[in-house]
């Protein structure tokens, strides 16, 4: 079963740590600042402090190892396969620095400093999106999560969608392992051609939404018999409300963003690596 | 007694698409890890955004797909990637228009062409400008794309070209196929789902 499987199927991780105590409207701003922050400047070193940074926080609150699986499947490969292609000359347009030479079979082929930046920085920017994204979703359990959407007056419609999807993705990824083990198991071969394995495909995907479009009907019974629609005002099982720490950590990122801001207009956009500004970069 | 079987229906359809929306966002990942599985050479995870269209109507299909991309943005995927949901809303309108003209019908030629037009060929063009203005383009992870997108690279130095040529080849594959799924599958849901007219 994929990562995105096991993780969707992880419910927030209950620990007494300063992040599990957070407000969520307090990490889902971190995760928003964070991602913004890394997409203004152009430095694969700030990238790095700010993944470092929101891991630290994800080994104290123990949600790191979903986290570190995450990165390692998507951000890993990327830069793998970026890397190489960009930096090496097959004719990404910004190349110019040559800051090396690589030996391949006795034949020496220039590194140029664009595309190694390139192929680093861009990846890394997806590496501190995803791991202060499941940050949030790894600290905050579904009754904060509603709250905290309440809050954020995010209608109770698309609330009840958010939070219905997280619950019916790994009921349907159970019920797709039932129906492809039992296809399997009358004969079903997984050693196939191209057109097999769509029919294949087929052949697990039709009784799945079958079955699943046929509990549609019951679970919408049941929200209107517990007065989903009924136009009352919808009361929370648990209430958001900012604390101390939330508002330490805001002041943080406080702080954090005003020199962010001095050594942007005084420094520049890379301030560590020293990168040159490319279009798309 | 008896022997007909009376349906009863006491639900509106209003509740009806809001149970579907989450569902549709659901089987949309689910068809992704069925490929994985099943090791297909498709994406696999927009073909219910078709059959939400399908059966739903525009707005379910758009809304769950929609949806479904949020729920990887902030999770698996990373925030920028909220953008695709876009994506699956130009998915929806395809699918939309397609059945509005009547094209939903596989023996008919026209099905084909436009199938293949808007999805293979002029759908690519949408992924591509958000590939390049969001995540700055470059190569997918995917061997055979990345070496498409290298040898298009390489022999134009074009690099709107070499990522459009990248996108198309995963397309024009992918979307018909996730189309003619969803057809499929339309054509054996009982009557009472069909929301769309």
């Keep these: ?69 995450t990165l390692l499947i998507i951000v890993v490969p990327w830069i793998a396969f970026a890397v190489p292609i960009l930096a090496l000359p097959f004719g990404f347009p910004w190349n110019k620095t040559i800051i090396g030479y690589i030996d391949v079979f006795g034949n020496k082929y220039p590194v140029y400093l664009e595309g190694l930046g390139w192929g680093i920085t861009w990846p890394l920017r997806i590496a501190v999106a995803i791991s202060s994204a499941l940050l949030f979703f790894l600290t905050t359990n579904q ?13 109770f419609k698309l609330i009840y969608m958010v939070v219905a999807t997280f619950q019916f993705i790994p009921l349907l990824a159970k019920e797709a392992e039932t129906i492809l083990q ?13 057109v097999a394995k769509i029919k294949n495909y087929l052949s697990v995907v039709i009784p799945l939404t079958l079955s699943s479009l046929n509990k549609v009907q019951i679970r919408a019974i049941t929200l209107e ?25 805001l002041s943080l990122m406080f702080v954090s963003t005003a020199v962010l801001a001095w050594v942007y207009v005084n420094i520049g956009y890379s301030p560590i690596a020293g990168l040159s500004w490319i279009w798309g970069g | 007694m008896s022997s007909e079987i009376k349906e009863i229906s006491p639900t509106g359809k209003a509740i009806i698409a809001v149970v579907l929306i989450p569902t549709i966002a659901a089987l949309n990942y689910v068809g992704g890890v069925i490929v994985e599985a099943l090791k297909a050479p498709i994406w696999g995870d927009t073909w219910a955004t078709i059959l939400g269209t399908l059966i739903g109507g525009f707005w379910v299909g758009a809304i769950g797909g929609f949806l479904y991309n ?30 509005k003209m009547g094209w939903t019908d596989l023996k008919k030629p026209m099905t084909w062409i436009a199938m293949i037009v ?16 969001v995540f700055g383009g470059g190569p997918l992870y995917k061997p055979l794309a990345a070496a498409v997108y290298t040898a298009v690279l390489s022999s134009t130095g074009n690099f709107v070209l ?36």
Excluded: H
């Design chain 2, 162 to 197: 070499a990522n459009y040529v990248q996108n198309m080849f995963t397309e024009i594959i992918d979307k018909p196929i996730s189309f003619i799924i969803s057809v499929i599958i339309a054509q054996r849901i009982p009557k009472r789902f069909i929301l769309a007219r």
């Design chain 1, 225 to 249: 018999s517990r007065g989903f629609s009924a136009p009352v005002k919808k009361t929370l099982l648990y209430e958001a409300r900012l604390m101390k720490i939330d508002y330490i950590f």
């Design chain 1, 182 to 194: 039992a296809q399997v198991a009358r004969g079903l071969r997984t050693d196939v051609g191209f």
């Design chain 2, 70 to 99: 949020i729920i990887m943005a902030l999770t698996v995927w990373g925030l920028p990637s909220w953008i695709w949901g876009f994506a699956n809303v130009a998915i929806a309108l395809i699918a939309y228009f397609m059945m």
């Design chain 2, 118 to 133: 808007l999805y293979g060929i002029l759908y690519p063009a949408f992924t591509t400008a958000i590939s390049i203005l």
């Design chain 1, 1 to 69: 079963m994929s990562v995105g499987v096991s993780l969707l199927k992880k419910t927030a991780v209950e620990a007494d740590t300063f992040v599990q105590r957070l407000d969520g409207r307090v990490k889902f701003l971190y995760f928003l600042w964070a991602t913004v922050i890394v997409y203004i400047f152009y430095d694969p070193y700030l990238n790095l402090i700010f993944v470092a940074v929101t891991l630290a926080m994800a080994f104290y609150a123990r949600v790191a190892k979903p986290i570190l699986q």
């Design chain 1, 143 to 155: 009754a904060k999560l509603v709250a905290t959407l309440f809050k954020m007056k995010v209608p």
